[in-house]
């Protein structure tokens, strides 16, 4: 497995628990560069100042929604690698966010065997961009 310890992650969830779970399970996999952010507005100021390598994206905040975000970010930054992560994993918000760019859809509650294989596929992307 690569070092993930270096990269920077962006949780970005109006929910306090589901950034705390998410950055548990990340700090397993040896990230210790975690931001977190309650709305899109806060992840915009967060995106502004870091460099932000892995993103996990809530779609429904008040103020700016992850959609929103996530275009925002692979505008910026087209190998930002984001996950969605909602309630709704409506098939219409699906296409939305894959239309946008995003890697991966995660629909909430999340377990986190999902947010594992989240992480495995982001692993095994930096890996094939390593040799």
Excluded: W
Aim: with cysteine; aromatic share 6%.
């Amino acid at each position: 497995m690569v070092n993930l310890g270096h990269k920077a992650v962006l949780i970005v969830d109006d929910v306090e628990e589901m950034r705390n779970l998410l950055a548990t399970v990340l700090m397993h996999y040896g990230f210790n560069n975690i931001f977190h952010a309650q709305n899109g507005d806060r992840a915009m100021e967060i995106a502004a100042n870091f460099e932000i390598d892995l993103a996990f994206l809530d779609i429904n905040m008040p103020g700016l929604d992850g959609l929103e975000v996530l275009r925002e970010l692979k505008s910026r930054n087209e190998q930002i690698f984001t996950v969605m992560v909602s309630g709704a994993g409506t098939l219409d918000n699906v296409r939305k966010a894959k239309r946008y760019g995003a890697n991966a859809f995660l629909v909430k509650p999340c377990r986190a065997g999902k947010i594992d294989e989240v992480v495995q596929k982001y692993a095994h992307i930096l890996q094939g961009q390593s040799k």
